[in-house]
Nanobody, 124 residues
């Protein structure tokens, strides 16, 4: 069992930055690939980024490539999402998720554990 808690969300103006954190507890954090997803009101939850167990490989959605960076610190049991050049369309609840595999992808079904989410609101 893995328990995930996101933090770092908030209100920011377009063009600004935020860094989200996801702290994990339970089974060995380094055993899991980690991902970030987001869900805007009235929309499906969508993939944002993923990182392999050791942090050596990353995947990004095209909509965030070049603006967002996923990273992890296995010593701190934490995964991060650095979000730069934020746009109003980035407004959503952001969720972190853990997958019991080396590198995870964009499909929700690949992930075994989910956090409760943190709200990110980008004003224009």
């Amino acid at each position: 069992q893995v328990h995930l808690v996101e933090s770092g969300g908030g209100l920011v103006q377009a063009g600004g930055s935020l860094r989200l954190s996801c702290a994990a507890s339970g089974r060995t954090f380094s055993s899991y690939a980690m991902g970030w997803f987001r869900q805007a009101p009235g929309k499906e939850r969508e993939f944002v980024a993923a990182i392999s167990r050791n942090g050596g490989r990353t995947n990004y959605a095209n909509s965030v490539k070049g603006r967002f960076t996923i990273s992890r610190d296995n010593a701190k049991n934490t995964v991060y999402l650095q979000m730069n050049i934020l746009k109003p369309e980035d407004t959503a609840v952001y969720y972190c998720a853990a997958a019991d595999t080396y590198i995870s992808g964009s499909q929700r079904g690949e992930y075994d554990y989910w956090g409760q989410g943190t709200q990110v609101t980008v004003s224009s």
